[in-house]
């Protein structure tokens, strides 16, 4: 499977000529490691203008951050402050982030991540769903938990559109850290293998394996090594990594050797 890097922008850059600067910066570096793909995913307002720096051949894609779960093209009601998945498509968007942490912590449920997942698939952008438990608990109690969320934000979506989602596995304990409290790679391997599991239920085993994982959780070029060859996964979601072009130079580097 390719490797992949994605990088969440969150609320970052503070204005418009940090994030041309930030994003020249890695689509340099896009050319330089042209086997490993890299999704950017800054605040909306800054992709229609990102999007004319990406040439259509390029290893480098735009991503957003969320989307609404419903769609104006559908004539259905207004909503003040949303952002749809034709827009986003408009603007250059080929991946978006469905249900982070952060997002839930404002009250996402699993219900409109399941109707964001369709609404982006619809459009023919890649969802990232986040799945991650708030403690690792001695009892295992996340693994219900993980569980749950993705038999809920992946219900009833079709078995041909899983090879078209990648799933993010991101504790939520190890989101802003120190790299050192970071998920060990070879924790993440059980958990990756508890994420197939899930997913071969639901929709066979075929289909699960070929369902891109990715880790995310204080990843830099400290750790990134372990998290891939111990914890056997296609890629990484950077938070913090992904806005110093150094840091995600450094994780490329190591990424094209493992
Ligand atoms: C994130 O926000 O999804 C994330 C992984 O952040 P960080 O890499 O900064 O922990």
């Known amino acids: 499977m390719k490797k992949i890097i994605i990088g969440n922008w969150k609320m ?18 896009s050319k330089k490691f042209p086997k490993i793909d890299i999704v950017v995913c800054p605040p909306f307002v800054y992709l229609s203008d990102l ?18 779960w419903d769609n104006p093209e559908t004539g259905s009601r207004p909503f003040t402050g949303e952002i749809s998945a034709s827009m986003l498509r408009d603007a250059g968007v080929k991946y978006v ?19 964001k997942i369709k609404i982006a698939l619809g459009a023919g ?13 001695i009892d295992g109690k996340f693994f219900e938990t993980l569980k749950i969320q ?24 190890a989101i802003g850290k120190n790299e050192s409290e970071s998920m060990k790679g070879e924790d993440l391997y059980q958990m990756a293998i508890f994420i197939r599991k899930i ?30 060859s111990e914890g056997h996964v296609s890629g990484i979601l950077a938070g913090r990594s992904s806005l110093e072009s150094q840091k995600i130079a450094e994780i490329l580097d190591i990424l094209s050797i493992i």
Request: positive net charge; proline residues 4%.
């Open 12 to 29: 970052n850059p503070e204005n418009l000529i940090l994030a041309r600067k930030i994003f020249s910066e890695i689509k340099k570096l």
């Open 199 to 228: 997913l071969s239920e639901m929709f066979g085993q075929v289909e699960a394996f070929k369902t891109p994982i990715v880790y995310g959780g204080s990843v830099s070029p400290f750790n990134v090594k372990d998290i891939i």
């Open 51 to 68: 999007k004319n720096k990406i040439d259509k051949v390029s290893s480098l894609k735009l991503g957003a951050q969320d989307v609404f």
């Open 150 to 173: 993705i038999k809920d934000t992946l219900n009833k979506i079709k078995k041909s559109d899983l090879q078209k989602i990648i799933i993010a596995y991101e504790p939520i304990w």
């Open 97 to 115: 982030i469905l249900g982070h942490s952060e997002r839930r912590s404002m009250g996402e449920t699993n219900e409109e991540v399941n109707k």
């Open 125 to 137: 952008l890649t969802p990232i769903i986040c799945i991650g438990e708030k403690e690792h608990d």
